[in-house]
């Protein structure tokens, strides 16, 4: 499977689209907000691994509807090492399957399902759904280890 279309600011000053996933290997993790408990334990597990996924040749992308403005503040904050991607109108994200109906103490709201692909010239060979912040880079650093 391919993934959909897009064009997206990142923390990282530039513009990424699905031609820049066309070719090479790209770990794209989607969580639901900058700077959350959750949030920040996964980011810190991909960004302390980083090298990891560098030496099997995989860039790291993180993905949220938060503003680029929030993005820079939580990369500052938590000295991530990879770009976190702004789809403020949840395009990608509903496109992934990732904009998803949740539940908390009884309400309904529409929000992100932290979800996870691994894409290898331009096809998305593996996906997580509905994972748990912790471990979950270990998780993925092994399965594209091998």
């Known amino acids: 499977m391919k993934p959909p279309s897009f064009s997206l600011p990142a923390s990282d000053g530039k513009t990424y689209t699905d ?24 980011a810190q597990d991909f960004r302390d691994m980083k090298a990891g996924f560098e030496k099997l040749g995989y860039q790291v992308f993180g993905l949220s509807k938060d503003s680029l403005k929030s993005h820079e503040k939580f990369c500052m904050k938590e000295n991530l090492n990879f770009p976190l991607l702004s789809d403020e109108k949840c395009e990608l994200i509903a496109a992934l399957g990732a904009w998803v109906e949740k539940s908390m103490y009884g309400k309904k709201y529409m929000g992100i399902e932290r979800s996870t692909f691994v894409i290898e010239n331009g096809e998305i060979v593996k996906e997580w759904r509905k994972v748990k912040a912790r471990g979950h880079a270990v998780e993925v650093l092994d399965f594209v280890f091998g």
């Open 19 to 42: 031609k820049d996933f066309a070719s090479g290997k790209f770990v794209l993790y989607l969580y639901p907000k900058d700077m959350t408990s959750g949030c920040t334990i996964e």
